[in-house]
């Protein structure tokens, strides 16, 4: 099952025996444990209903032993067990998963690992409750969420802004979830749209010297533009990381390769995987840069990252190191 169909299902009231949470992203594992700990019981009947347990202080027979416990006075008790990768038995929930209680709801929090699929407990799981990997979003999928995300509450953000957003947060859902939450709660009465001003106004992202910007700025082979980011760059290294710019561009320019052996462009933003809004700056960018100049660049992006690790340089700072760089992308 999908994390929409389980919060589809515990909304209707449709609740199954165990809920293995597991994978990369523990934003979908928590936002499950959380509806289930706030929805299944009421205040009355957590008293004496509701256990959380600890991956960390507890073993697994343990946690059988819990779960096979009746409700009092309630159609349902409910079982968390927290930090569950770190019981090191874990497999011997099989015992408990091939029979449980239909009156209990066992929730098991395994984030950061999954489990053996050739497993018997993996099988016996998948067929009686709710198997949910929950995994990573790569980083062109995270704008979509954004939007998705908004959409719910009712409001919308400015491609440019949902991008701006990715390039300084990453695919951190809970830090994304966390400043979007911020953002609504300041957007003034009658506004329902984000935009690049209110994240710089709200949450320190400068909308002029950013990543993006600097993609913008070599796509147009706009010099001055792209010196003066690369400056403010070198004078804010701690909110403009060499790495995270080099990671950024290598991504931009990967894309931009791509874009020359597109033989249908009427199909650039579903090869590509980005937003159609952002078309428009591959192609410039494969304008300005043939197939060639951009392999080069590729391999300029490479050069100049194992540089900033110490390879074959000493002492030249990364505001430096990018500098160098942005001059050989540009000329």
Same mark, same amino acid.
């Given at each position: 099952?999908?994390?929409?169909?389980?919060?589809?299902?515990?909304?209707?009231?449709?609740?199954?025996?165990?809920?293995?949470?597991?994978?990369?992203?523990?934003?979908?594992?928590?936002?499950?444990?959380?509806?289930?700990?706030?929805?299944?019981?009421?205040?009355?009947?957590?008293?004496?209903?509701?256990?959380?347990?600890?991956?960390?202080?507890?073993?697994?027979?343990?946690?059988?032993?819990?779960?096979?416990?009746?409700?009092?006075?309630?159609?349902?008790?409910?079982?968390?067990?927290?930090?569950?990768?770190?019981?090191?038995?874990?497999?011997?929930?099989?015992?408990?998963?091939?029979?449980?209680?239909?009156?209990?709801?066992?929730?098991?929090?395994?984030?950061?690992?999954?489990?053996?699929?050739?497993?018997?407990?993996?099988?016996?799981?998948?067929?009686?409750?709710?198997?949910?990997?929950?995994?990573?979003?790569?980083?062109?999928?995270?704008?979509?969420?954004?939007?998705?995300?908004?959409?719910?509450?009712?409001?919308?953000?400015?491609?440019?802004?949902?991008?701006?957003?990715?390039?300084?947060?990453?695919?951190?859902?809970?830090?994304?979830?966390?400043?979007?939450?911020?953002?609504?709660?300041?957007?003034?009465?009658?506004?329902?749209?984000?935009?690049?001003?209110?994240?710089?106004?709200?949450?320190?992202?400068?909308?002029? *010297?950013?990543?993006?910007?600097?993609? /913008? $700025?070599?796509?147009?082979? &706009?010099?001055? %533009?792209?010196?003066? @980011?690369?400056?403010?760059?070198?004078?804010?290294?701690?909110?403009?990381?060499?790495?995270?710019?080099?990671?950024?561009?290598?991504?931009?320019?990967?894309?931009?390769?791509?874009?020359?052996?597109?033989?249908?462009?009427?199909?650039?933003?579903?090869?590509?995987?980005?937003?159609? *809004?952002?078309?428009?700056?591959?192609? /410039? $960018?494969?304008?300005?840069? &043939?197939?060639? %100049?951009?392999?080069? @660049?590729?391999?300029?992006?490479?050069?100049?990252?194992?540089?900033?690790?110490?390879?074959?340089?000493?002492?030249?700072?990364?505001?430096?190191?990018?500098?160098?760089?942005?001059?050989?992308?540009?000329?």
């Amino acid at each position: 099952m999908n994390f929409e169909q389980i919060i589809s299902d515990l909304k209707n009231k449709i609740y199954k025996p165990i809920y293995f949470l597991s994978g990369d992203e523990p934003y979908f594992i928590d936002l499950i444990t959380k509806y289930i700990n706030d929805n299944v019981l009421t205040d009355a009947e957590k008293s004496f209903n509701q256990s959380v347990l600890y991956g960390k202080e507890t073993e697994m027979h343990t946690v059988i032993n819990t779960a096979k416990r009746y409700p009092m006075m309630a159609n349902y008790q409910v079982v968390i067990v927290k930090e569950a990768q770190n019981i090191k038995n874990i497999e011997d929930l099989i015992h408990y998963a091939n029979t449980p209680l239909k009156s209990t709801v066992l929730v098991i929090n395994y984030k950061y690992k999954t489990l053996d699929k050739r497993k018997k407990l993996y099988k016996a799981l998948n067929e009686n409750c709710v198997l949910f990997e929950s995994k990573k979003l790569y980083d062109n999928e995270v704008p979509g969420w954004i939007n998705g995300y908004l959409k719910n509450k009712n409001r919308t953000i400015d491609p440019s802004a949902g991008m701006l957003l990715t390039e300084y947060l990453g695919n951190d859902l809970s830090k994304i979830a966390n400043e979007l939450d911020k953002l609504i709660i300041t957007l003034p009465d009658g506004e329902f749209n984000i935009t690049s001003s209110h994240i710089e106004r709200n949450i320190g992202i400068s909308k002029d *010297y950013n990543n993006f910007e600097l993609h /913008k $700025a070599l796509t147009q082979k &706009n010099v001055l %533009k792209a010196n003066r @980011i690369v400056n403010y760059f070198g004078h804010n290294p701690k909110d403009n990381p060499f790495t995270v710019t080099i990671s950024s561009l290598y991504h931009f320019y990967s894309k931009v390769l791509s874009y020359h052996f597109i033989k249908d462009k009427r199909n650039v933003a579903a090869t590509l995987k980005v937003n159609p *809004y952002f078309v428009g700056d591959y192609e /410039k $960018a494969a304008k300005n840069y &043939n197939p060639k %100049k951009t392999v080069e @660049i590729i391999s300029l992006l490479r050069e100049y990252d194992l540089k900033s690790k110490g390879f074959n340089n000493v002492s030249t700072t990364h505001g430096e190191l990018l500098k160098e760089l942005v001059y050989r992308i540009l000329h």
